[in-house]
């Protein structure tokens, strides 16, 4: 197959195209990333600007380290929403900044996973993160988020409502691109239904700049330094960092589908070391600066099969699209003031939908339960990642020295159910045996 080549082939050289529609096919990625990316920081209190800037560069970082050859877009991150909440339940701007250091982290955990790739392999390595570890924490993920969405739903469950049967209709009977950004159009509909209904306040937005800096120095990382609590800084540490193997696996999942779309073994060249520490640094990079994980896209996968266009440069201007959006501080304010409901009906859906990947995962890659062993690591990572979430403290508290140091229940059930994994007999799934089952792991509605 021949690069450019267009028709009912695959186009890889979209410079054929010429430059206006290169730069409409770029708005199309970025339309698709959309509704999923903003939602992030409108849930955590995280700023909107910031996310959709680190957006774009994240982006542009992992194509620098991709050597300019995958076309995958990255965005905000679900699976550390757990992890934010940990640390600051109710988005509170002076504890964000330790969730968001806790995040930033993770960077070394995505160094170390793609330095062992490059040493040893994907086969040896996914060994130690197979499916019956992975699989149940991503169930938990999604059920330890499940009771923030239904009391967002409980101040409006109509306007609720509203973004719940949109985004069932466009996901279950929408075609083309309605099919691919089922999550941004549930938004718009119910905002709209709300702001209709006089349930919106618009005062902020009125007041909002056009143009403005998208980082602000109090809501980062930065603004620890010299003040910092010692035990939250371990605190969120040890409870955010383990959710990274959820992301990472999904990572894994999302370059061997671009692969098997685009027809091309990314995983060899450039290699999945390399879109792993691209993936890994942009994350930490975000987090410093008080935006979310970022991670790759499958909104963006889904356009790439819908559009048929694999050049990466196309991704790339919806980076720069992306960017150019973080300068206006009006738009950030229009998103801070989406009704409470509207978040809580794309919530409830969306949670509902990460632990239903994580049953997704154990399904398709034949995880076998008449197996002790597997039933074993299974029940205890799920018991004590709900059980230690939904008890009356919320976590596991102890102290060292002068410093208090707080586990999340996802943290002790992620790190349990790896050292079992690593202890116990019987380790047989390998990773590249089943491609359906290497591609499950996914955060997005499709």
Not at 199 to 221: C, E, M, R, Y
Not at 255 to 280: F, K
Request: neutral net charge; charged residues 10%; contains cysteine.
């Amino acid at each position: 197959m021949k690069d450019g080549q267009i028709g009912k082939e695959p186009i890889y050289n979209a410079r054929e195209l010429g430059v206006p529609r290169m730069l409409v096919l770029g708005f199309q990625h970025l339309f698709a990333m959309f509704g999923a990316t903003v939602l992030v920081p409108a849930l955590t209190g995280l700023s909107v600007s910031a996310t959709l800037l680190f957006a774009g560069i994240g982006t542009l970082i992992f194509h620098l380290f991709a050597k300019g050859k995958v076309p995958a877009f990255l965005g905000s991150s679900f699976a550390f929403l757990a992890g934010y909440w940990a640390i600051a339940p109710n988005g509170e701007p002076e504890l964000l900044p330790y969730a968001c250091l806790g995040v930033a982290m993770t960077g070394i955990l995505y160094a170390i996973l793609a330095g062992l790739f490059k040493a040893f392999g994907p086969k040896k390595v996914m060994r130690y993160f197979p499916p019956i570890v992975t699989g149940p924490i991503i169930i938990c993920i999604g059920l330890t988020l499940s009771k923030t969405a239904v009391d967002s739903c409980s101040s409006n469950w109509w306007i609720a409502l509203v973004a719940i049967v949109t985004i069932i209709v466009c996901n279950v009977w929408g075609k083309g691109m309605i099919k691919i950004i089922p999550i941004l159009l549930g938004v718009i509909a119910s905002y709209a239904i709300a702001a209709f209904t006089g349930n919106v306040d618009f005062s902020a937005v009125k007041q909002a700049a056009w143009i403005g800096l998208p980082v602000h120095w109090n809501n980062t990382v930065v603004s620890l330094i010299g003040k910092a609590d010692g035990g939250l800084v371990i605190t969120s540490i040890v409870t955010i960092v383990p959710i990274a193997l959820a992301t990472m696996v999904e990572h894994i999942g999302d370059v061997c589908a671009i692969s098997s779309i685009c027809e091309r073994n990314y995983l060899s060249d450039p290699g999945l070391h390399r879109t792993l520490l691209g993936d890994g640094i942009a994350t930490t990079v975000a987090s410093l600066f008080g935006a979310p994980a970022n991670t790759t896209y499958g909104e963006n996968t889904g356009v790439l099969a819908l559009s048929r266009v694999y050049d990466p440069r196309v991704i790339r201007i919806a980076a720069y699209f992306a960017i150019l959006l973080a300068f206006c501080p009006k738009f950030s304010a229009l998103i801070s003031a989406m009704p409470g409901a509207t978040m809580g009906g794309v919530s409830l859906v969306l949670y509902g939908m990460i632990s239903a990947v994580g049953v997704r995962n154990v399904v398709e890659n034949k995880v076998d339960f008449t197996n002790s062993r597997n039933v074993i690591i299974a029940a205890i990572i799920m018991v004590l990642s709900i059980g230690i979430a939904f008890s009356t403290a919320g976590n596991i508290s102890f102290t060292v020295g002068s410093l208090t140091i707080g586990l999340s229940g996802l943290a002790v059930g992620a790190i349990t159910g790896i050292l079992l994994n690593a202890i116990l007999p019987g380790k047989d799934y390998e990773f590249g045996a089943d491609e359906k089952g290497d591609t499950s792991v996914n955060f997005i509605i499709q």
